[in-house]
């Protein structure tokens, strides 16, 4: 299976957790082997490739940036609503932490004419990938029920 956790230490909280006691404490992660099989592997790539650390500092730096969030919001509108309109679907954990999962409201806010959707993922987090991806497989099937080709190979590996 891929895996996309960076290797940072606020990284455990975007895996899905149970709903703990007072104030979260004794929560357990929903996913615990993928979480140690993501991590493992997280572990490795960044022990064995020396520029990958830079690589996802500069992703963190520059593409999610907060003064170009608003210019990244400005095109979805225009995939979304466009003359050439596309259908875009967010397939988004419903116990997200990172990117809360209360906020799609705002993501359907982009096209008022209905081009975006949510695909809520239950009991997943912002890891979902990583947690579970046949929820996430089934969400991205072609309209007629066929899996692309691409996607195959990535599920695959």
């Known amino acids: 299976r891929p895996c996309f956790l960076p290797k940072l230490s606020h990284s455990h909280q975007a895996f899905a957790k149970t709903k703990g006691g007072f104030l979260g404490f004794g929560a357990t992660h929903r996913h615990p082997v ?24 500069s992703i963190a730096l ?14 979805l509108r225009v995939i979304a609503n466009g003359d050439n309109a596309c259908r875009v ?9 990172v990117v809360p999962y209360t906020r799609f409201k705002e993501a359907l806010a982009l096209s008022p ?17 990583d947690e579970d991806y046949a ?10 029920g066929r899996i692309t ?6 599920f695959a590996s």
């Open 149 to 154: 080709e691409g996607m195959k190979e990535f």
């Open 62 to 75: 520059y593409f999610l940036n907060e003064n170009l969030l608003e210019s990244y919001r400005q095109e």
């Open 135 to 144: 929820p996430i497989t089934k969400g991205t099937r072609h309209p007629d």
């Open 113 to 129: 004419s209905g081009n975006i959707t949510i695909q809520a993922l239950e009991e997943m987090g912002h890891e979902s990938l």
């Open 34 to 57: 993928a979480k140690a099989e993501a991590y493992a592997l997280s572990a490795r790539t960044f022990d064995e490739n020396s520029q990958f650390a830079a690589v996802v500092m």
């Open 89 to 97: 679907k967010f397939q988004w954990g419903t116990e997200d932490v």
